[in-house]
């Protein structure tokens, strides 16, 4: 089982920047991908961005891509989310989870277990 921890969220206007971080304890973090979600008040969870446990491949929602990158460091157990150009569309909790299985060579937008508790993310017009 792995333990993940969200930080780095708040309050930011339209066009600034945030960069989340998710700190892992418990099992080997770095044969897991992991993945950013968000939940919005009224709506379902969605996908936002994943990695795979090598680093080596990622996958973003259509509505992210070209603003946010997702990047981890395995000797510091952490994965990033850089969110730039935020809008207020991005508000929602952000929350980060890993692979159910090691080792998985696609980043994919399923299977994904151990979710974070989440970390609010604000974008004022």
């Known amino acids: 089982q792995v333990q993940l921890v969200e930080s780095g969220g708040g309050l930011v206007q339209a066009g600034g920047s945030l960069r989340l971080s998710c700190a892992a304890s418990?099992?080997?973090?770095?044969?897991?991908?992991m993945g950013w979600f968000r939940q919005a008040p009224g709506k379902e969870r969605e996908f936002v961005a994943s990695?795979?446990?090598?680093?080596?491949?990622?996958d973003y929602a259509d509505s992210v891509k070209d603003r946010f990158t997702i990047s981890r460091d395995n000797g510091k157990r952490t994965v990033y989310l850089q969110m730039n150009n935020l809008k207020p569309e991005d508000t929602a909790v952000y929350s980060c989870?890993?692979?159910?299985?090691?080792?998985?060579?696609?980043?994919?937008?399923?299977?994904?277990?151990?979710w974070g508790q989440g970390t609010q993310v604000t974008v004022s017009s």
């Open positions: 990695i795979i446990w090598s680093g080596r491949s990622t």
């Open positions: 989870a890993a692979h159910l299985t090691p080792l998985r060579s696609v980043a994919g937008r399923t299977a994904f277990g151990s």
């Open positions: 418990g099992r080997s973090f770095s044969s897991y991908g």
